[in-house]
């Protein structure tokens, strides 16, 4: 599985943005997708999954009523859409994929085997 994340930018605060993260290869292996991100010196941390039918979804706290995390099977494509951005929302973004059976509440990077190159969002204030 390869992942290609983009749609990062420079926006203001209280902008939107639209991140898409393009699955190629053998994406029928693919149970799980999700969306984390790593701030300048920080962690990288888990921002959103969403089931194979995308029928589940799951937020961090951080970002819940204002992401929204959804996927396009036919374009084995997943999207996160970004409203109401704040500037501590910066970060780079990496889209992820689990092809073992699991959960969608599953937030860590380690529950997560193949990762897209990451998209730089900039929220500026």
């Known amino acids: 599985v390869q992942l290609q994340a983009s749609g990062g930018g420079l926006v203001q605060a209280g902008d939107s943005l639209r991140l898409s993260c393009a699955a190629t290869g053998r994406t029928f292996n693919i149970y799980y997708m999700g969306w984390f991100r790593q701030a300048p010196g920080k962690e990288r941390e888990f921002v959103a999954a969403i089931s194979a039918s995308g029928g589940s979804t799951y937020y961090a706290d951080s970002v819940k009523g204002r992401f929204t995390i959804s996927r396009d099977n036919a374009k084995n494509t997943v999207y996160l859409q970004m409203n109401s951005l704040k500037p501590e929302d910066t970060a780079v973004y990496y889209c992820?994929?689990?092809?073992?059976?699991?959960?969608?509440?599953?937030?860590?990077?380690?529950?997560?085997?193949?990762w897209g190159q990451g998209t730089l969002v900039t929220v500026s204030s």
């Open positions: 992820a994929a689990r092809t073992r059976v699991g959960s969608v509440r599953y937030a860590n990077t380690y529950q997560y085997g193949y």
